[in-house]
């Protein structure tokens, strides 16, 4: 949802939840943009993004291709959300923390090994400051698109449980602005 709570300018997107500024356990959040058609080569997604989600440090969750946990990523989809594709930012240092987060996993099984959603399970976790992360849509020309920012928490660590205290606990979501595409 749109809100001014730790916005980068008057108002940010916020995954999160005002009464206990942050988030919680077991949650998937999406923001989707509407469709937006790639007319020519060229064109680059750009957003920027902040965060503050569980670290990703020593995950293993038995039978299951948990490397990391709570999780951050972006897609996109070429037939109206049917089916998605991670999409990777540029530049060094802006690749993927983890291959498969547990924030989705525990959601849907399908994003584990094997699953039909194993290509999306790839995150970014722990704290990132406000960054431009920048994505190339080339391979979309011709193409209306659909991009979405997804966030999955697993369900055994979240902002209530970091012990950090109110008003403002260490673990306070994903926010993203201004966002781009040109």
């Known amino acids: 949802h749109i809100s001014n709570y730790n916005a980068k300018d008057l108002n940010s997107y916020w995954c999160g939840d005002e009464s206990i ?11 989707d943009t ?24 020593g995950p293993f969750v ?60 790839a995150g970014w976790g722990n704290n990132q400051d406000w960054t431009n992360m920048s994505f190339d849509l080339g391979a979309y020309v011709g193409e209306d698109v659909i991009i979405r920012f997804a966030f999955g928490s697993d369900p055994a660590y979240s902002t209530t449980d970091d012990g950090s205290g109110a008003p403002k606990p260490e673990l306070i979501g994903v926010f993203i602005d201004d966002i781009t595409i040109k």
């Open 34 to 57: 509407p469709k937006i058609n790639i007319a020519s080569t060229g064109y680059t997604l750009s957003a920027e993004m902040m965060w503050n989600i569980e670290n990703d440090m």
């Open 62 to 121: 038995e039978g299951s291709c948990t490397d990391g946990w709570d999780a951050i990523n972006v897609r996109i989809s070429k037939d109206n959300g049917t089916t998605w594709a991670l999409l990777h930012a540029e530049g060094s240092g802006n690749s993927y923390d983890f291959d498969c987060g547990y924030g989705w996993i525990y959601n849907d099984s399908k994003y584990d090994l094997g699953g039909s959603f194993n290509h999306l399970a």
């Open 21 to 31: 500024y942050g988030y919680k356990d077991a949650w998937i959040q999406f923001i």
